[in-house]
Structures are given as structure tokens and as C-alpha cells.
């Protein structure tokens, strides 16, 4: 009777009991130890744990593509970018999902390659929004003009197009014409009114030295204001292109918002995702 009692206990028990953990040494185990590493923000190590999966596991797909989505993943958290978007450019030819085409295609575009993420995103753009966006900022970025595709967004580029510019050819006569009003024009009226008093005490020193008949004052004077006023020209000029890179960093700032992919998706062996929070 005792017996009988006891073998439901025994049979629960073992039911409970955890499973054992994956071998060090078998790609479940080293890919574990991975997960763990990145979890930790240790991605660097992670990176390496990911690679020696597919060094002695490339032939079986499914590991492979974990063993792949990890190491992207890890060299994004790095911000090695290109490091990244070879990573999910192997994981993109095996899997050519559209999250790991949007992973592959932001990581080129995070790394500088506009050209190749232009390609690689704008297959998608006439049917997702995300994809149109991040597509017209990489050919934006780009500079190829002369290859504008449908496809992208032709809003955002006539809105990249009407961004305020200053003319650094009109900072800089301007500033020519009357000390401070160029980098006036560049909005930076500190500067200006910098340029302005600097120039007009040199310039009043050098008349009232040459009235006295102080020449060699007078030409030491002039000497330094000629290059004061030569630097004011060109702070001018070099204002305006500050001017122009700042609104420019900003849109594109303000456009890259919501777009960039900000979670990491690893595919499991039964279809699901191990979901990561870390943002590009």
C-alpha cells in the first residue's frame, strides 16, 4: 500500500525536477552562454561566443541563424556598425525576413554604406512606411541626385530640399562689406558683435596712429587688423556651412526618430524570438 502512496509522490517529483542544462561545449550551451554575456552587456565576449557557433556549426541553418543574429546584435550594442551589417547581411541572405532586411538595412545606413542600404531597403518601401522613410534618408545621405527611385518619399526629400541655408559666398561679403553683419546673417550675434568691436578699435587705432605720425604704430595696427579682418571674412564663411550641417543634423535627427529598429529579434529552434531591448 506504501508503495503504491509513494509512486505518484516519486512521479511528481520528477516532473518538477529541472532539466539539465546544455552541454559547455554543444552549440545550445555556447549559445546560452552567449545570451548571457550580451544580456550583461558584455558583447564584445558575446561576439566571440556567437562566432565559434558558427565556426563549428554553419552547416545546421537554424543554429546558424541564431548564432548570426546574435553576433549582429552584439556589434550594434558595440556600434560597429559595419561589423553589424555583415552579420546581418549572412543573416539576411539565409533569412530574408522583413525584420532581418530592416536590421540589414539600418545597419548599412548606421555604418555610412547610404548606397547598398538605399538597395537593400527600398525593395520594401512601397509597402511599409518604415522602410520608405529610412530608404529616402539613405539616398538623401547618399547625395545621389541623379538616381531618384519612385519608391521613396518624395515629401521628405522636397522637405530636405526647402531646409533654411546660408550662403557662406554672402557671410563672407558681408562680413567684407562691414565686420560682424556676416556672421550676423549666420545667426550668432555674439560673434558679430565681437567681430564689429575688434575690427572698428583696430581700424580707429590705425587712422589716429597714421594721423599722429606714428607710422610704425600705424602699420603694426594695420598689420594686425588686415589679418583680424581676413579672419573675420573667413569665420563668416565657415559660420554659414556650421549653419547649414546643423539643420541638417536635425532633420535627418528628427526623421530617424521611431524609424531605426529597437529591438533585436533571434529566431528560436520552434519558430519563436527571443526578444532583446536594445535600441540602435
Do not use: C
Not at 544580456?39 to 565576449?45: A, G, H, P, V
Not at 545597419?107 to 555610412?112: H, T
Not at 545621405?141 to 518619399?153: H, M, V
Not at 589716429?208 to 610704425?216: I, L, S
Request: proline share 6%.
Amino acid at each position: 500500500m506504501k508503495k503504491i502512496l509513494l509512486l505518484p509522490l516519486i512521479l511528481l517529483l520528477a516532473a518538477r525536477a529541472p532539466a539539465a542544462p546544455p552541454s559547455p561545449e554543444s552549440a545550445e550551451g555556447i549559445l546560452s552562454f552567449a545570451d548571457a554575456l550580451y544580456q550583461n552587456d558584455d558583447s564584445y565576449r558575446a561576439a566571440t561566443e556567437y562566432m565559434r557557433v558558427l565556426h563549428h556549426f554553419s552547416e545546421e541553418d537554424n543554429l546558424a541563424k541564431r548564432a548570426l543574429a546574435g553576433l549582429g546584435k552584439s556589434y550594434a550594442s558595440a556600434k560597429r556598425w559595419e561589423d553589424a551589417s555583415g552579420a546581418y547581411g549572412a543573416l539576411f541572405e539565409r533569412d530574408p525576413s522583413d525584420q532581418n532586411r530592416l536590421n540589414y538595412g539600418s545597419a548599412l545606413y548606421l555604418a555610412g554604406r547610404h548606397s547598398p542600404a538605399v538597395t537593400v531597403l527600398s525593395a520594401k518601401s512601397g509597402e511599409k512606411p518604415q522602410f520608405k522613410t529610412l530608404a529616402t534618408l539613405a539616398w538623401l545621405k547618399s547625395g545621389d541626385s541623379e538616381a531618384f527611385n519612385p519608391t521613396l518619399d518624395g515629401k521628405l526629400v522636397a522637405e530636405y530640399e526647402n531646409l533654411p541655408r546660408k550662403s557662406p559666398a554672402v557671410a563672407g561679403a558681408l562680413s567684407a562689406l562691414l565686420p560682424g553683419s556676416g556672421h550676423l546673417y549666420v545667426e550668432r550675434p555674439a560673434d558679430a558683435f565681437t567681430a564689429f568691436v575688434v575690427n572698428g578699435l583696430f581700424i580707429w587705432g590705425t587712422v589716429n596712429a597714421a594721423r599722429q605720425g606714428r607710422t610704425e604704430t600705424a602699420a603694426v595696427l594695420g598689420a594686425v587688423e588686415l589679418a583680424w579682418y581676413s579672419g573675420t571674412i573667413a569665420g563668416a564663411m565657415i559660420g554659414a556651412g556650421k549653419y547649414n550641417e546643423r539643420e541638417r543634423e536635425v532633420f535627418f535627427r528628427r526623421a530617424e526618430e521611431g524609424i531605426m529598429p529597437s529591438l533585436t529579434l533571434a529566431p528560436l529552434p520552434d519558430g519563436a524570438l527571443i526578444i532583446a531591448a536594445k535600441r540602435f
